[in-house]
């Protein structure tokens, strides 16, 4: 019989997340894997939950290289980040979505979305969120002119030989 034990990382993330709902700062998306062609446009929502008076929020979307290594997704010709928020009473709810524009393979990876209240530093995180992007079978095949043309050829072929018949 097998006995696993969590490790370590699971337990700063599960502590991490812990503290952060315990300051009134939650993030939250799907969790599920995201499978898409590349060429397409994709969009993940953040949802950061609130308290108005506890918390002034910065957040960021991030792809995650590592345990370690971390990069801010700012390229605006390949992403689109867009803020939205509503306040219900003294709940703020901010969605944060992040939009590929037209993914490629390159954008395979992992992807985090965080939050760092700033008057009180508290920082939240969501889990890491996998990408795969999957190779378009398509990419590089050119639809054929000849279909259309030979459509019009046809037409003017048979209309040529019935006006040579009628007129012979």
């Given amino acids: 019989m097998q006995i696993s034990y969590p490790t370590s990382a699971f337990l700063i993330a599960f502590l991490c997340s812990l503290l952060s709902s315990l300051s009134g700062l939650i993030v939250r998306y799907p969790r599920e894997p995201v499978e898409e062609m590349e060429g397409r446009v994709l969009s993940f929502k ?8 506890d918390c002034d929020i910065s957040a960021k979307w991030w792809r995650v290289e590592s345990d370690a290594i971390s990069e801010p997704i700012t390229d605006p010709n390949r992403f689109l980040i867009t803020v939205n928020e509503t306040k219900i009473d003294e709940q703020r709810h901010r969605d944060i979505v992040l939009t590929f524009n037209s993914l ?16 009180t530093e508290t920082v939240a995180k969501g889990h890491v969120l996998n990408l795969n992007v999957k190779a378009d079978p398509h990419k590089g095949l050119k639809a054929s002119a000849w279909s259309g043309k030979l459509k019009t050829d046809v037409t003017v072929l048979v209309l040529s030989i019935m006006l040579f018949v009628w007129y012979n």
Avoid: F, H, V
Avoid at 46 to 53: G, P
Avoid at 104 to 119: E, P, V
């Fill in 46 to 53: 953040c949802r950061l939950e609130y308290k108005t008076e």
């Fill in 104 to 119: 490629s393979i390159a954008d395979r990876g992992s992807y985090q979305c965080t939050a760092k209240c700033l008057n």
